[in-house]
Structures are given as C-alpha cells and as structure tokens.
C-alpha cells in the first residue's frame, strides 16, 4: 500500500489507484477480518467513489509529471506550458462537473 500524505503531490491519486490494483487482496483481507473490523468495511459503492475519485485526479498526476522535469529546451515548467496545462485542467473539471450532474 501507498500511504497519502500531505507533502507529496499526488499521493492521493497513488494510495487509491493501489488500493484498487490491490483490491481482490484487500477484499479477501477484509472478509477474513470483517468480525474484527465491525462497520470498517468497503461496500461496491465505496469501491465505486473510489473509482470514481482516481478518475477525477487523474489529469492533475498527468499535468503534474508533464511539467516536472529539468529540461534543457525550456519545456517542463515554463510559462507557456503551465498556462495551457491550466487550460487543460479547467476543461477536464468542466466535464467531470457535467458528469456528475
């Protein structure tokens, strides 16, 4: 497991995407322990939401491995770049936001 935390971008996006590679072990591990783990379980729409998160997130990790980098062509971080990955991130919000409507 990825745990998330609050200093690395991304972090979210990479413990949940685990989390869902991971999830035909984590749902055995959670039905071997559901007496131990009470209400602390993962129903099909928690499974869902989660999905459904990593979607969203998705072009965020995208932009922000576009743009990190030491390039010697002066990509990866210059102006230009991030004013049309902001584009970019706006137009994706705009769709999910429809979507989610």
Do not use: C
């Not at 379980?41 to 999905?51: A, C, G, I, P, T």
């Not at 995208?62 to 004013?83: D, F, K, M, P, Q």
């Amino acid at each position: 497991m990825i745990l998330n935390n609050s200093t690395r971008w991304n972090s979210t996006y990479y413990s949940i995407e685990r989390g869902l590679k991971l999830s035909t072990a984590l749902r055995v591990f959670l039905q071997q322990h559901a007496q131990d783990l009470h209400d602390d379980q993962l129903s099909e729409d928690d499974w869902q939401q989660l999905q459904d998160v990593v979607d969203a997130l998705w072009p965020f990790k995208y932009i922000t491995e576009r743009l990190e980098g030491n390039s010697l062509t002066g990509s990866h971080g210059a102006v230009w770049e991030a004013i049309t990955s902001i584009d970019y991130l706006m137009e994706e919000i705009e769709e999910k936001r429809r979507d989610l409507q």
